[in-house]
């Protein structure tokens, strides 16, 4: 089947450090995955995307990249800020599947000033 | 503005008594998808509507029903709720199936007492 695992949080950092979320996948079929964050309050909003391998996906300074040779779409991002607090999700989906989502555990990320 | 609206934000109600959520959107989307998100968790998708068409997922349990009287509006009936059901269900939105980006809204906190 479809998975996705996340590192747990959460993840406490200070403004201006660098941060890194570790996602993993396991897939039948070849999928396309996907960052999305969720504000304090909000809905889940698409942050990033990526659909073949090597391929990079980037939005408001994060960054991911698909890595096929080890089923992974880590986030990164040089330098935070307090609006980055959030839960942040990685998720794929396989065109098999009807494209239906997929989503790791979520990650918190709480950044102090 | 919000584009797809979930209401109440916070839902209180008691076991075994029958609840219903609601959600609304403005984007005028053919599919429409309830998800469940317990504490910590991955959301999980229940079911989806991709416009009149109903699809469940194989594992929702048969006490969560929904209904699409039209476009815009979604319900998520829960008929006898456990203990077990307390969670923040989801609701979210694609232009049409196999559109991956969703938009989803702030989601309703369920609890049952």
């Known amino acids: 089947g479809n998975s996705v695992t996340q590192m747990e949080g959460p993840v406490t950092l200070s403004e201006e450090a660098f941060l890194t979320i570790n996602c993993t996948y396991t897939?039948?079929?070849?999928?396309?995955l996907f960052w999305y964050v969720q504000y304090p309050g909000e809905g889940l909003q698409l942050l990033l995307k990526?659909?073949?391998?090597?391929d990079k996906g980037s939005n408001k300074g994060f960054e991911a990249t698909y890595r096929k040779e080890t089923t992974s779409f880590h986030l990164e991002k040089g330098s935070v800020q307090v609006s980055d607090s959030a839960v942040y999700f990685c998720?794929?989906?396989?065109?098999?599947?009807?494209?239906?989502?997929?989503f790791g555990g979520g990650t918190r990320v709480l950044v102090k000033p | 503005d919000a584009m797809v609206i979930q209401n109440p934000r916070y839902q209180v109600t008691q076991f075994g008594k029958p609840v219903t959520l609601s959600c609304s959107q403005t984007?005028?989307?053919?599919?429409m998808y309830w998800y469940q998100q317990k504490s910590s968790q991955a959301p999980k998708l229940l079911f989806h509507y991709y416009d009149k068409d109903f699809n469940n997922e194989a594992d929702t349990p048969d006490n969560f029903q929904s209904r699409r009287p039209n476009t815009s509006f979604c319900f998520l009936d829960i008929r006898s709720p456990g203990l077990g059901d307390a969670a923040m269900y989801l609701c979210a939105t694609s232009r049409d199936r196999g559109k991956e980006k969703l938009f989803f809204g702030s989601g309703t906190q369920l609890s049952v007492l």
């Open positions: 990526a659909t073949k391998a090597d």
């Open positions: 984007l005028n989307h053919n599919v």
């Open positions: 998720a794929l989906s396989v065109k098999a599947a009807g494209n239906k989502l997929t």
């Open positions: 897939a039948t079929g070849y999928p396309s």
